[in-house]
C-alpha cells in the first residue's frame, strides 16, 4: 500500500462549477500538507499549505486536513479553464521528506 | 529571480551512454532536492542536500545514479550507464529552510533513453 493515495482521476468538469479533489494517506507522523499544481509539460507548484489538522481558504481555493481520518481535500470554486492542470497532494513529517500522491488530471470545459 | 534553472530540458540518448542533469538553485536557498516522476511511481525523492553536502540519498534507485553540488548555484545528477527504465522527468528543487512552503521546482529534464 502506498503511503499517499490519489486518485489519478482524469477530472472533467464544465466551467464554474466545483472541483472536489482528496487524498488519503497512512501515516500518522505527517504533519505538513501541500497541493501542488503542475501544469503540462512544467514543474509542480505550491498552491496550498496546511500544518496540521482544519481549514485553509486562499481565493477560490480550500484546503481541508482531517488528521483523524487521514484524509485531506482540495476544493476549487468557479473553476476556470485555466485551473486545467494536474493536482498532486504532498505530505511531510518532521523528517522534512515531501511524499506525493499519484496527481489528478483536472480539465475544466468552457 | 529566475527560478529553478534545469538543463538539458529535454535528452534522448542510448542504453549505455552517460547523462548529466544540471541544475542551478535559486539564490540563497540552502536546500537542494532532485526528484524523478514517472507515471508508474510519481513524484520520487531520490537525494537532497543542505549547504552543498548530501544528507539523505537513500532514494536514489543504484549505483548507476549519482548526485554533486560543487558550490551553492550548481547541482548535478548523473546516470551511468543509462538504461530505458530510466526515461523519466527529473526536477530540481531548491528551497530556504526545510518547510513544505518553500520548496520551488524547476520545470525538469525530460530523458528518454532508447
Known amino acids: 500500500q502506498k503511503e499517499v493515495e490519489q486518485d489519478p482521476g482524469p477530472l472533467s468538469v464544465p466551467e464554474g462549477a466545483i472541483v472536489s479533489l482528496n487524498c488519503t494517506y497512512s501515516n500518522s507522523a505527517f504533519q505538513y500538507f501541500m497541493w501542488y499544481r503542475q501544469y503540462s509539460r512544467k514543474g509542480p507548484e505550491l498552491l496550498m499549505y496546511t500544518y496540521s489538522s482544519g481549514n485553509k481558504e486562499d481565493g477560490r481555493f480550500t484546503a481541508q486536513v482531517d488528521k483523524s481520518s487521514k484524509y485531506i481535500s482540495l476544493f476549487i470554486r468557479d473553476s476556470q479553464p485555466s485551473d486545467s492542470a494536474t493536482y498532486l497532494c504532498a505530505m511531510m513529517a518532521h523528517d522534512y521528506k515531501l511524499s506525493f500522491g499519484a496527481g489528478t488530471t483536472v480539465t475544466v470545459r468552457a | 529571480d529566475a527560478g529553478v534553472i534545469q538543463s538539458p530540458r529535454h535528452e534522448v540518448t542510448e542504453m549505455g551512454q552517460e547523462v548529466t542533469l544540471r541544475c542551478k538553485p535559486i539564490?540563497?536557498?540552502?536546500?537542494l532536492f532532485w526528484y524523478r516522476q514517472t507515471m508508474m511511481r510519481g513524484l520520487e525523492l531520490l537525494i537532497y542536500?543542505?549547504?552543498?553536502?548530501?544528507?539523505?540519498d537513500s532514494g536514489m534507485p543504484e549505483d548507476r545514479f549519482s548526485a554533486k553540488m560543487p558550490n551553492a548555484s550548481f547541482s548535478t545528477l548523473k546516470i551511468q550507464p543509462s538504461e530505458p527504465r530510466d526515461s523519466a522527468v527529473y526536477f530540481c528543487?531548491?528551497?530556504?529552510?526545510?518547510?513544505?512552503?518553500?520548496?520551488?521546482f524547476g520545470e525538469g529534464s525530460w530523458l528518454t533513453v532508447v
Open positions: 542536500f543542505n549547504n552543498n553536502v548530501p544528507i539523505d
Open positions: 539564490s540563497g536557498h540552502d536546500y
Open positions: 528543487a531548491s528551497s530556504l529552510g526545510l518547510s513544505g512552503n518553500t520548496i520551488y
